[in-house]
């Protein structure tokens, strides 16, 4: 009896904490295109448009804004920058760029993980340009021209 009894609430227990550990769901936002992006000048280095992950900002936060520049170093002549745009993963196209990206740590909607900026608009900016952001690639290599 007092077996069964232990053993009740040990399920108990375990149905009880399981929603707790498991209630902070993945942030995951989708993919944002920039628009008209060859009069923004604003493409990758084959050419390719570039893109973003947008989360909007809510209540006290929805006026702040926290945007969160990719790293990656520059190429730095064309055999490299060819290289980077044909094989770099996402770093010089956004040719296979995933279409969603999960917000984490400081860009989480989690106030718990991420108690300063969950509730700001949040973005996440992928490098692809090979040029820290400053690129306007007007005449891509045509090698690259096959996306
Ligand atoms: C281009 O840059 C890469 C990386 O720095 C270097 O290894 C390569 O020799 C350079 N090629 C030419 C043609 O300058
Ligand atoms: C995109 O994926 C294809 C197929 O896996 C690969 O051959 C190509 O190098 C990738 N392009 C970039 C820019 O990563």
Same mark, same amino acid.
């Given at each position: 009896?007092?077996?069964?009894? &232990?053993?009740?609430?040990?399920?108990?227990?375990?149905?009880?904490?399981?929603?707790?550990?498991? *209630?902070?769901?993945?942030?995951?936002?989708?993919?944002?295109?920039? *628009?008209?992006?060859?009069?923004?000048?604003?493409?990758?280095?084959?050419?390719?448009?570039?893109?973003?992950?947008?989360? *909007?900002?809510?209540?006290?936060?929805?006026? /702040?804004?926290?945007?969160?520049? *990719?790293?990656?170093?520059?190429?730095? /002549?064309?055999?490299?920058? &060819? /290289?980077?745009?044909?094989?770099?993963?996402?770093?010089?196209?956004?040719? /296979?760029?995933?279409?969603?990206?999960? &917000?984490?740590?400081?860009?989480?909607?989690?106030?718990?993980?991420?108690?300063?900026?969950?509730?700001?608009?949040?973005?996440?900016?992928?490098?692809?340009?090979?040029?820290?952001?400053?690129?306007?690639?007007?005449?891509?290599?045509?090698?690259?021209?096959? &996306?």
């Amino acid at each position: 009896m007092a077996t069964t009894t &232990f053993l009740l609430l040990l399920g108990f227990i375990v149905i009880l904490t399981t929603p707790l550990q498991a *209630q902070t769901p993945d942030d995951i936002v989708p993919i944002s295109w920039v *628009q008209n992006v060859i009069v923004k000048g604003a493409v990758c280095l084959d050419g390719t448009p570039s893109a973003y992950y947008y989360e *909007q900002g809510q209540g006290d936060g929805a006026n /702040n804004w926290l945007v969160f520049l *990719q790293g990656g170093g520059w190429c730095v /002549n064309q055999t490299d920058c &060819f /290289n980077r745009a044909t094989y770099g993963k996402s770093s010089g196209s956004t040719k /296979n760029i995933s279409l969603t990206f999960t &917000f984490r740590d400081f860009l989480s909607n989690n106030p718990t993980n991420n108690p300063d900026f969950y509730n700001w608009n949040r973005v996440y900016v992928p490098y692809c340009d090979g040029s820290s952001f400053t690129g306007d690639v007007e005449a891509p290599d045509s090698r690259c021209s096959n &996306f």
